[in-house]
């Protein structure tokens, strides 16, 4: 078996726009008769992702039907689990937005793209098709480094909006998701409650509230991914839940289940396989 994980920081002139390039391969043997499926709970992001061999099968939930994804898609902001059902051979290179970057790449209101995905190729047709026809006959995953990031240049040379003080407040929201006061957040993006409540819910997809409870959820997991032997209790009281009750109800409603039980979802991803696990 193989595998890749790389995470790294885009080109400095980039970062405005751009959090994190993920690369991730895995490549299993034909004797594994059953390929290991990634349960992905929801995170503050929006994405880029691209498929340069075998493609992703998505599912709603745990238990829904599996939707092919494209050769590069589209990600929304997700408040729901979904799973990540892998090919033999697989790799996805995935750009992780900043804060409203996304809508002000495209325009396209974000909250159009709220847990769901698209095809990429049907928002930025032939220009993102030769990028997908060029990471296909790369020798080596570091060559597909230069190829999306000269193709996130063209997009930001034609970026359909500006950024906004809201943006840095969902970046604010990202590093320090704990409980924070509608009306001051609305002041330092120099807003109205009301503009900024539309405002956000345009850029992101989803209301203040629900963002930094998502980004908070998704420290948790990777709090509790990194520190196996901590409890969930003290995973809770560390990240400013009230108690551990409010990380379940978190836990359920994004997950459909408990932080025990999603744990043994997560067990069967294709990094554990590896010996990794996210952090």
Not at 121 to 146: C, D, K, P, Q
Not at 212 to 226: G, T, W
Request: glycine letters at 6%; a neutral charge.
């Amino acid at each position: 078996m193989v595998a890749i994980f790389d995470y790294r920081l885009p080109s400095p002139p980039l970062r405005e726009y751009v959090r994190l390039l993920q690369i991730v391969g895995c490549e299993f043997p034909a004797t594994m008769p059953v390929l290991p499926v990634k349960a992905y709970w929801p995170r503050a992001e929006n994405c880029l992702s691209f498929f340069p061999k075998d493609p992703e099968k998505v599912a709603y939930g745990l238990d829904g039907n599996p939707i092919e994804s494209a050769r590069s898609r589209l990600y929304g902001q997700h408040t729901v689990v979904t799973n990540r059902h892998v090919g033999r051979d697989f790799m996805v290179f995935q750009v992780q937005f900043q804060p409203g970057a996304l809508f002000r790449l495209t325009g396209i209101p974000a909250h159009e793209l709220t847990n769901t995905f698209v095809d990429a190729e049907a928002v930025f047709s032939g220009e993102i098709r030769l990028v997908n026809e060029r990471l296909s006959y790369t020798r080596h995953y570091t060559e597909m480094v230069a190829i999306v990031e000269d193709f996130l240049f063209y997009l930001i040379g034609r970026a359909r909006k500006q950024l906004r003080p809201i943006d840095r407040v969902g970046q604010f929201l990202l590093q320090h998701p704990g409980t924070v006061r509608l009306d001051w957040l609305a002041d330092q993006a120099c807003l109205s409650q009301r503009q900024f409540y539309r405002q956000f819910l345009e850029r992101e997809g989803i209301s203040p509230k629900v963002y930094a409870r998502i980004a908070r959820f998704e420290q948790a997991m990777k709090l509790k991914n990194a520190q196996p032997a901590k409890d969930w209790l003290s995973v809770a009281l560390e990240l400013g839940y009230y108690d551990y009750q409010h990380l379940v109800r978190d836990f359920k409603e994004f997950t459909y289940l408990t932080p025990n039980e999603f744990l043994q979802q997560d067990a069967h991803a294709p990094e554990r396989t590896f010996g990794r696990a996210e952090t």
